[in-house]
């Protein structure tokens, strides 16, 4: 198997992080730049992406998706090192939920290949527009029309991961050849 094979067949999502391990300045530019390679429909390009590392911060906007939520005052993210939103504006780009859905996964596989675990946090697609979490989203430089599609919890795993099992080719493959 090659190496790209390799790192898309054995990423797997991280939900614990050395909490002490920083990743380089470096490393999250070439994560962020996988996304932006990623394709988008007709090039369109108009996603967003909002890169943090202050842990105030990223823990500031967990509380508040929390409490949008119902959560308990634990949620946290998965107290990741890095964040990486990816956004776009729904009205401008109706296909905006796939472009940045194709970037996140280019960054995970980026990631992983640099020996970063990741996982995809959902609960912002629901509460951006609560206004608590809207008013951090706008400080943090997220244009106001633009919804979050997903965002990457990204660090330095805590453990060896195990991973959730893939099904069996034969239920979700039909060949046709
Ligand atoms: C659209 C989407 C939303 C997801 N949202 C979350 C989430 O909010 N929290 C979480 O822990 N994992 C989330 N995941 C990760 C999935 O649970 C995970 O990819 C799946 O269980 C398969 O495991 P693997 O990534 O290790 O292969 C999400 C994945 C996708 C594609």
Redesign the pocket.
């Known amino acids: 198997m090659n190496e790209t094979l390799n790192t898309l067949m054995t990423?797997?999502?991280v939900?614990a992080f050395q909490t002490e391990k920083q990743i380089s300045r470096e490393d999250l530019q070439t994560i962020v730049d996988a996304g932006r390679y990623a394709p988008s429909a007709m090039n369109r390009q108009t996603w967003t992406f909002v890169v943090m590392q202050n842990q105030e911060q990223i823990q500031s906007l967990a509380r508040a998706v929390g409490k949008a939520l119902g959560r308990d005052a634990g949620y946290n993210f998965?107290l990741p090192n890095a964040l990486i939103l990816c956004a776009n504006d729904l009205s401008a780009n109706p296909m905006g939920v796939q472009d940045c859905?194709c970037a996140l996964e280019n960054m995970f596989l980026a990631a992983h290949s640099l020996g970063i675990g990741s996982?995809?946090?959902?609960?912002l697609y629901d509460t951006c527009n609560e206004p608590e979490v809207r008013r951090q989203l706008t400080s943090l430089g997220l244009p106001e029309s633009a919804t979050v599609i997903?965002c990457a919890a990204l660090g330095y795993a805590a453990a060896a991961?195990e991973?959730?099992p893939?099904k069996d080719a034969a239920e979700t493959v039909v060949w046709n050849l």
């Open positions: 990423r797997r999502s939900r998965y859905a996982v995809w946090i959902n609960q997903g991961v991973g959730r893939k």
